[in-house]
């Protein structure tokens, strides 16, 4: 799996859109970025994922980078339920059969 | 929609006591993953299950065992406990298949070993 590197902190303000970096300089041609979130000691949650497309669902976006060495998880408009700890993790899928490994992600607050 | 149930939410044990954390899923999933969380820390895999009959060691087994009872269910099991277990554990599952399937989690359970 490649290592990623994540700001340990950020703070967004309520209803604007949070922005959440990740790098993952070494990144190989068949390994995916993963996106999950912790919220106050939950189980984590998927959020999306991606594979070299900027991706979109009804939580979020992700935007990889060109050359894949790093990409951005974004919350358009923010809320306060969106404070949590957001997991970006890379690896090469096997579906079905994940053993994902989570680091220690970035603590987003959002801000009232 | 219960998902990922886990059971107990908190328990202490005494140091060498025995425990089985019990898990259990109602989506129809193939694989079944037990993690471990410290304070401040990430998740760690301890063991999965890829599907009913099978399962192989994660990042960190040592001084735990489980159990793929049947489909449903996937248990965890602590033999002499050690203070250095103190930890919540998640339970999680996903499907196979041919796309990615997001796992599921649990709520934790929160294991204190005196």
């Known amino acids: 799996d490649a290592k990623t590197t994540q700001p340990p902190s950020m703070d967004c303000a309520e209803g604007r859109a949070a922005n959440l970096p990740c790098n993952h300089s070494?990144?190989?041609?068949?390994?995916?970025v993963y996106w999950y979130r912790q919220i106050h000691s939950q189980g984590p949650q998927y959020i999306i994922h991606?594979?070299?497309n900027n991706e979109t669902n009804e939580m979020a976006s992700l935007i990889i980078t060109e050359d894949r060495k790093s990409s951005t998880l974004i919350l358009p408009h923010a809320t306060l339920r969106d404070t949590a700890v957001y997991y970006c993790?890379?690896?090469?899928?096997?579906?079905?059969?994940?053993?994902?490994?989570f680091g220690t992600g970035t603590r987003l607050t959002i801000i009232p | 929609n219960a998902g990922v149930t886990q059971t107990p939410k908190f328990q202490v044990l005494k140091t060498g006591q025995s425990m089985t954390l019990q898990c259990a899923q109602d989506?129809?999933?193939?694989?079944m993953y037990w993690y471990r969380q410290d304070p401040g820390m990430g998740l760690r895999l301890i063991y999965y299950?890829?599907?009913?009959?099978?399962?192989d060691k994660g990042e960190v087994p040592n001084g735990y065992n489980v159990s793929r009872l049947n489909k449903r269910e996937f248990s965890l099991r602590l033999e002499s406990a050690a203070p250095s277990q103190t930890s919540v554990y998640f339970c999680?599952?996903?499907?196979?298949?041919?796309?990615?399937?997001?796992?599921?989690f649990g709520d934790g359970t929160r294991l204190s070993i005196l």
């Open positions: 991606g594979l070299k």
């Open positions: 989506m129809n999933h193939n694989s």
């Open positions: 299950s890829a599907s009913e009959g099978t399962t």
């Open positions: 999680a599952s996903n499907s196979g298949g041919a796309a990615y399937q997001p796992q599921h």
């Open positions: 993790i890379v690896r090469a899928p096997n579906f079905g059969n994940e053993k994902l490994t």
């Open positions: 070494t990144i190989s041609g068949n390994e995916y």
